[in-house]
């Protein structure tokens, strides 16, 4: 798993490896880097339901050099014409890592036959495309806070497994004490535009940010809809963005995949994009579910592990 440009065989398998603007406007642009959008501390809107995808500060991705990564499209009807709904990540040959909320407009009633995902793209009209044949939400997750915020897809059929389409590694119980805030950048892909509310980009966009201590990032986001989270920013999360902004996912990269190289130079897969206030906000950093802290669930849940 993780390695860029492998040399594959169809039997390969993944494995787990401050700001000074108004209470008022903090309360409104809150969102989902995909992401939500808080109108009020009581009432949580999903900005990825209405504006399109988004990589701020971003450039254009190499072809094929994210073999990991997924677009989850979604069809009014089966069969239907389909959206781009959001990213997501290949972890195995049969499971793809998304966000829970990007199914909250299902109501807890997820229809698998109305969703897709697509690998190895470079666009989002390109790749191969599987159907998908189970959705499972972490059974911690509540649409009205943020915690948990993880959805495991299981595909009908196997990926073909190729230099353009390969599973990240997920990290190991151990491996977010080695992930040194400061120290350690973490890079952030998905479609979409280059400015928020701007002309969508269909090419896969990159942008590398630095890990933010919790302390901080738990800091920065104290004053804003509490009621979201209210046991604070908790390592459950893991926060990554520049102290002066102008670098983030936003809308429509919700799901999509933080990772980071290792020193034996494979990838591993830190976090799935979950929230933010705005994007790329000066002291206001992204903040991602953290997946070491979800090892065991992977495991419990997957093919993961298995001979």
Same mark, same amino acid.
């Given at each position: 798993?993780?390695?860029?440009?492998? %040399?594959?065989t169809?039997?390969?398998?993944?494995?787990?490896?401050?700001?000074?603007?108004?209470?008022?406007?903090?309360?409104?642009?809150?969102?989902?880097?995909?992401?939500?959008?808080v109108?009020?501390?009581s009432?949580?809107?999903?900005?990825?339901?209405?504006?399109?995808?988004?990589?701020?500060?971003?450039?254009?991705?190499?072809?094929?050099?994210?073999?990991?990564?997924?677009?989850?499209f979604?069809?009014?009807?089966?069969?239907?014409?389909?959206? =781009?709904?959001?990213? &997501?990540?290949?972890i195995?040959?049969?499971?793809?890592?998304?966000?829970?909320?990007?199914?909250?407009?299902?109501?807890?009633?997820?229809?698998?036959?109305?969703?897709?995902? /697509? /690998?190895?793209?470079?666009?989002? %009209?390109?790749?191969?495309?599987?159907?998908?044949?189970? &959705?499972?939400?972490?059974?911690?997750y509540?649409?009205?806070?943020? #915690?948990? *915020?993880?959805?495991?897809?299981?595909?009908?059929?196997?990926?073909?497994?190729?230099? %353009?389409?390969?599973?990240?590694?997920?990290?190991?119980? $151990?491996?977010?004490?080695?992930?040194?805030?400061?120290?350690?950048?973490?890079?952030?892909? $998905?479609?979409?535009?280059?400015?928020?509310?701007?002309?969508?980009?269909?090419?896969? !966009?990159?942008?590398?940010?630095?890990?933010?201590?919790?302390?901080?990032?738990?800091?920065?986001y104290?004053?804003? &809809?509490?009621?979201? =989270?209210? %046991? $604070?920013?908790?390592?459950? =999360?893991?926060?990554? $963005?520049?102290?002066?902004g102008?670098? *983030?996912?936003?809308?429509?990269?919700?799901?999509?995949?933080?990772?980071?190289?290792?020193?034996?130079?494979?990838? /591993? !897969?830190?976090?799935? /994009?979950? =929230?933010?206030?705005?994007?790329? !906000?000066?002291? #206001?950093?992204?903040?991602?579910?953290?997946?070491? !802290?979800?090892?065991?669930?992977?495991?419990?849940?997957? *093919?993961?592990?298995?001979?």
């Open positions: 798993c993780g390695l860029r440009s492998p %040399k594959l169809d039997d390969s398998r993944g494995g787990v490896g401050a700001s000074s603007t108004s209470s008022s406007n903090r309360r409104r642009v809150l969102s989902r880097l995909g992401k939500r959008d109108q009020s501390h009432r949580v809107k999903r900005l990825f339901d209405v504006a399109r995808p988004i990589i701020v500060g971003g450039v254009n991705a190499k072809p094929n050099s994210w073999p990991w990564m997924v677009a989850l979604k069809t009014s009807v089966p069969g239907g014409p389909k959206r =781009f709904l959001c990213g &997501a990540s290949l195995s040959r049969q499971y793809v890592v998304t966000a829970a909320h990007c199914f909250d407009s299902e109501r807890g009633n997820i229809d698998p036959t109305k969703f897709s995902i /697509v /690998v190895g793209s470079h666009t989002t %009209k390109d790749g191969t495309e599987y159907l998908v044949e189970n &959705a499972l939400i972490h059974p911690g509540r649409p009205r806070q943020y #915690y948990n *915020d993880l959805c495991l897809l299981r595909i009908d059929g196997l990926v073909k497994l190729t230099n %353009k389409t390969y599973p990240v590694c997920l990290p190991s119980d $151990g491996l977010r004490d080695k992930i040194i805030p400061g120290e350690n950048d973490a890079t952030v892909t $998905g479609w979409g535009d280059t400015t928020f509310g701007g002309v969508n980009s269909k090419v896969l !966009q990159e942008v590398t940010v630095p890990i933010v201590p919790l302390k901080d990032c738990n800091a920065s104290s004053a804003v &809809a509490k009621a979201n =989270f209210p %046991k $604070g920013i908790t390592n459950v =999360f893991i926060c990554a $963005g520049l102290p002066e102008g670098k *983030d996912a936003c809308q429509g990269d919700s799901g999509g995949p933080l990772t980071t190289k290792l020193k034996d130079n494979s990838w /591993v !897969q830190l976090g799935v /994009v979950s =929230f933010g206030y705005g994007c790329a !906000q000066p002291g #206001y950093p992204g903040v991602y579910t953290r997946l070491s !802290q979800y090892t065991k669930w992977f495991y419990d849940n997957t *093919d993961l592990g298995r001979s």
